[in-house]
């Protein structure tokens, strides 16, 4: 009596006759006829002689007829078995042919970054495997190159040019079609060699069975063991084939190999030791595989239980007949163990996968409802980029999904932002034509100072430079590559007026000799005194200005004076800020009262650069403490950084004052 496999494949044969006979001639594809052999006298070869090599033809009815005589006999276990399967055939037809899923925004770059991107993606990864990359970047560019084109041809209508003469052409559109044209003949290349391959490999593996079915209807005992080997190895040698036709001519194969061992008199010595070799190596799978169904990795685990099928079915040969159910339904169990298991997990995941989905979509939501009607200034744009910008990292950290899931809300999620950076993009095209108005402005009062830089009418052009440079404050931004080169030229003509300015007053009259003696008369009985209160110090700041504006070439005694005051201040008990603040407006004033704007400008942009760096160091300390969070509040490691946190906090708040006060003087 046949055992379940080997029934499968008889019934399959026969149902396979039955679909050809009764096919028109004209419709069927020519089966490959064998010879008749003399018949034989005993059962067995007349079992030997069926046709079986209908079960390769290529026919969507008969395919559909062997998968139900599989799934009927199988049991309860055929739908594992059929899955695992059928991940092997796929497998075996070519792993390399899979696609990781990218979540790149290619719509936030520019035509020069997604060139860049294809080439990247094209010379670093095999032709087969960026298909989904290749078509977000196509469709990013395609956007892009169109709205770009659209700007053009409408700038050339407008200047009065006729539809008809429009043209257009660019270098990076050039170089992006000839990346794409390479792409697409790689690619036809790489699957039309794959497909010619997987055909080639059918025929090996059909001139395989039909040697084994030769070998079958020879019999001839003193060759036949030799030839056999010889065709087992040559069957193994063989590459993948179509994942269509795996199947079918693996149990092609599988059938004639048990009917060498069951129904030929081969020589028992061979027969038995190889089915005691092959019966060891299947029970060594089935243990495996009853690991595995223990194994946490369920994704691993089914990995693993497609090798195991794989190296049942390629390389372990047949058992013998009264224990091949038995050891056939082990394995069969163990698959279905592990199939019910993956199954489970992809339920749970299923769940999962809503609640990541939820997450994104309420991001997604948030993004769409994001307000940018009240958006004025550079300013504003700043704020809300980087408030999208956290929106847009909680999407993804949200979670991954596979593609089928993610495809629509990434897609939702593209089109929320893309509104937004429409509208940024909007604002800064204005902004753009705003910039060159302002360009024209700071040119004029370039020209302004230019004019007045040589004057000797001390007080009206004091006057007029002091307005120019306020003006100058009150311009908005200029294109960036002009704005270097504009300041340059404004501060070089006002520094050349107030250089021209302070040394004409250089020369000290009597009156500023009186104001030069009375204040060095101050400083040394400043000196003198012992002790100072916070009163007393802002009283000597007070006196201090009272008695003049010291003349140019002296100034150094205001240093002096500076210096002295700040010993007295640290020997008071104030806290740290209130020192440094009245350090600070005690320099500020006296820069105000000499009209050394030059210098006021100068500690203005001290402060602002202090305030930047001292910004950035809490920015990377905070970052630090990411990393520590799993660590114990008491951790010396964290609590070292979080002083230095608060240390730079309270200095930042101190820089910030200190600016605040150099914009209420008026200079």
Same mark, same amino acid.
Request: hydrophobic residues 35%.
């Given at each position: ?25 004209a ?13 034989k ?17 290529e026919?969507?009815e ?23 399967e ?128 030769? $070998? ?14 010889? $065709?087992?190895?040559?069957? !193994? ?30 020589s ?75 199954h489970?997990?992809? !339920? ?20 769409n ?53 429409s ?33 000797e ?21 200029v ?13 070089a ?76 201040l ?21 820069l ?23 910004? !950035? ?5 905070e ?35 200190? $600016? ?8």
């Amino acid at each position: 009596m046949l055992d379940k496999n080997e029934e499968n494949v008889e019934k399959t044969v026969k149902s396979t006759e039955e679909v050809v006979n009764e096919t028109p001639k004209a419709a069927t594809k020519p089966a490959v006829v064998e010879e008749k052999k003399e018949e034989k006298s005993s059962e067995e070869l007349n079992e030997v002689e069926k046709p079986v090599e209908e079960i390769i033809v290529e026919k969507e009815e008969e395919t559909s007829k062997v998968e139900e005589v599989v799934a009927t006999n199988e049991g309860e276990n055929a739908e594992a078995i059929d899955e695992v399967e059928k991940s092997v055939a796929a497998d075996a037809e070519k792993n390399e042919t899979k696609e990781e899923v990218t979540t790149v925004d290619y719509t936030a770059m520019s035509l020069e970054e997604l060139v860049a991107e294809l080439k990247n993606t094209l010379a670093n990864n095999p032709v087969q495997r960026v298909k989904n990359q290749v078509e977000n970047i196509k469709s990013a560019f395609n956007t892009k190159f169109g709205a770009t084109l659209a700007e053009k041809k409408s700038a050339f209508l407008e200047a009065g040019g006729d539809s008809i003469d429009f043209q257009f052409s660019s270098p990076i559109k050039t170089e992006y079609n000839t990346l794409l044209s390479d792409y697409k003949r790689q690619r036809d290349a790489h699957y039309g060699a794959l497909e010619k391959q997987l055909n080639e490999n059918l025929d090996k593996r059909v001139q395989v069975i039909e040697g084994l079915k030769s $070998l079958i209807a020879d019999a001839n005992a003193n060759t036949m063991y030799k030839e056999f080997r010889e $065709l087992q190895d040559a069957w !193994r040698a063989i590459g993948p084939v179509s994942k269509t036709r795996y199947n079918d001519t693996w149990k092609t194969y599988h059938h004639h190999v048990e009917r060498f061992y069951d129904l030929l008199h081969l020589s028992n010595d061979f027969r038995d030791l190889d089915f005691r070799n092959n019966l060891e190596e299947k029970l060594k799978i089935v243990e495996k595989a009853e690991a595995l169904a223990a194994s946490s990795d369920i994704n691993q685990a089914f990995k693993e239980l497609q090798e195991l099928h794989k190296t049942w079915k390629e390389d372990i040969g047949p058992v013998a007949k009264e224990v091949r159910e038995e050891v056939w339904q082990k394995f069969s169990a163990a698959t279905k163990k592990i199939h019910d298991k993956r199954h489970e997990h992809f !339920r749970e995941m299923k769940s999962k996968y809503q609640e990541i989905i939820e997450k994104k979509l309420a991001i997604i939501e948030a993004i769409n409802a994001y307000d940018t009607s009240g958006n004025k200034t550079h300013k504003d744009w700043q704020h809300s980029i980087k408030e999208v910008e956290i929106l847009r990292q909680q999407y993804f950290s949200a979670g991954k999904l596979p593609y089928t899931k993610s495809e629509e809300v990434w897609q939702k999620f593209k089109a929320a932002t893309k509104k937004i950076n429409s509208a940024k993009n909007l604002f800064y095209k204005d902004e753009k034509s705003g910039q060159q108005e302002n360009l024209k402005k700071k040119l004029a009062l370039i020209e302004i100072a230019e004019s007045l830089k040589e004057s000797e009418d001390w007080d009206t052009t004091t006057d007029a430079m002091k307005k120019i440079q306020s003006d100058w404050k009150k311009i908005g931004h200029v294109p960036r590559k002009f704005s270097d080169d504009i300041w340059n030229k404004f501060k070089a003509a006002c520094n050349y007026y107030f250089d021209r300015f302070h040394q004409q007053k250089n020369e000290v009259s009597k009156e500023q000799q009186d104001v030069v003696d009375a204040k060095k008369a101050f400083l040394d009985t400043l000196k003198e005194d012992k002790e100072h209160t916070k009163e007393s110090v802002l009283e000597a700041i007070n006196t201090w200005q009272e008695l003049g504006r010291l003349p140019r070439n002296v100034r150094h005694l205001e240093g002096k004076f500076n210096k002295q005051i700040d010993r007295l201040l640290e020997t008071l008990s104030l806290d740290k800020k209130e020192v440094a603040m009245m350090k600070f407006t005690n320099l500020a004033d006296g820069l105000a009262a000499n009209e050394d704007f030059r210098k006021l400008d100068s500690e203005q942009l001290y402060v602002r650069k202090k305030i930047d760096e001292v910004v !950035r160091e809490i920015q990377q300390l905070e970052n630090n403490l990411g990393f520590f969070s799993n660590a114990k509040d008491d951790n010396p490691l964290v609590l070292n950084v979080k002083n230095r946190v608060n240390e730079f906090k309270e200095d930042l708040a101190i820089w910030k004052e200190k $600016l605040s006060y150099l914009k209420k003087l008026d200079y």
